[in-house]
């Protein structure tokens, strides 16, 4: 069984700074980080190689030629290949084109059995690229999975959380699963996997290297346009009130009458 595991290279979040002027992320010297949803759709797929023979596990990514870092990462933690989609053709896609490439990747790689991608990348943050790339391929999804309950040549039984519980959801393979923070934190790279992951041979893929249509690529490919990024202005520091609760009401009815709330 094979199962692709899409996974992205973000930029640390708590360091990301804007561009006023363009409104778009300044990711020149920001240090790039594994997705953390993907590192737990990775925990998962090798939760399964754990308990499963014959199960291979390729990491995909679509992304500039330093996001080799990050797929060598995957090898550690103990991915069994890797495959970076890298072509100046790419810059600039949006969800559409990223999906629309990465599924071209999948079929490159003689289709799946599952591809486990993350919740949402932590920048762009749209959870869109797993359902896009289902819907490319035409195959069933699962979003918000947490949990695998059996997996079969032709059936996979999951967890997928909803708001007030969880549903157990059946779908026919090749299926696409969305995997949310798991309660336990993926597993560290080993040694072993370390040594792996420095000699591995991680396979780049141009355009001329996939079966696509050049006017779906980057961002001349891209429906999406952003007409404008900014930061929320700053709200002021609240307060904190102490006390017993019947005070505690008192004082915040008299301040939404101060307010001129009630
Ligand atoms: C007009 C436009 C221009 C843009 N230009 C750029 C740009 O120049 N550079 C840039 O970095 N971003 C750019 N973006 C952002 C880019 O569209 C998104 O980052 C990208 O499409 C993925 O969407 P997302 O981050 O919301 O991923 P989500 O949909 O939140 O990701 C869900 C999951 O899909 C998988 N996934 C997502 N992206 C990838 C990937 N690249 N490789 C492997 N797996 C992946 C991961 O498993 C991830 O957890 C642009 C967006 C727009 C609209």
């Keep these: 069984m094979k ?28 240090p790039s980080i594994v997705n953390p949803f993907d590192a737990f759709a990775l925990e998962l797929a090798l939760q399964i190689k754990d308990e499963h023979d014959d199960i291979e596990i390729v990491t995909l990514s679509m992304g500039p030629p330093h996001a080799e870092k990050s797929l060598r990462e995957t090898i550690g933690m103990g991915a069994d290949r890797a495959v970076l989609i890298t072509d100046r053709a790419f810059a600039g896609s949006d969800t559409w084109a990223t999906s629309y490439t990465l599924s071209a990747g999948i079929k490159k790689l003689g289709g799946a059995d599952l591809v486990f991608v993350g919740q949402q990348a932590i920048d762009g943050d749209t959870g869109q690229v797993g359902p ?6 035409g195959w069933p999804q699962a979003i918000f999975v947490r949990a695998v309950r059996n997996i079969g040549d032709n059936e996979i039984e999951v967890e997928r959380i ?40 991680i396979a ?6 996939l079966d696509v249509e050049e006017r779906n690529l980057g961002l001349s490919g891209s429906p999406t346009r952003v ?6 202005p ?7 009130f102490e006390g017993e609760p019947a005070e505690l ?10 307010q001129g709330i009630v």
């Design 234 to 240: 700053k709200r002021k520091d609240g307060e904190i």
């Design 227 to 232: 007409m404008k990024i900014f930061s929320p």
């Design 204 to 209: 780049k893929w141009g355009v001329a290297d």
């Design 3 to 30: 199962i692709i595991v899409c996974v992205k290279e973000v930029p640390d979040t708590t360091e990301v700074k804007m561009d006023p002027e363009q409104g778009t992320l300044i990711r020149e010297g920001v």
């Design 249 to 258: 009401a008192a004082k915040c009815a008299d301040l939404l009458r101060e």
């Design 162 to 201: 909803t708001e007030s519980g969880y549903d157990v959801v059946k779908l026919g393979n090749p299926a696409v699963i969305s995997v949310i923070k798991l309660p336990k934190d993926p597993r560290l790279p080993s040694l072993r996997g370390m040594m792996k992951a420095k000699k591995a041979e």
């Design 132 to 137: 896009g790339i289902a819907q490319f391929l």
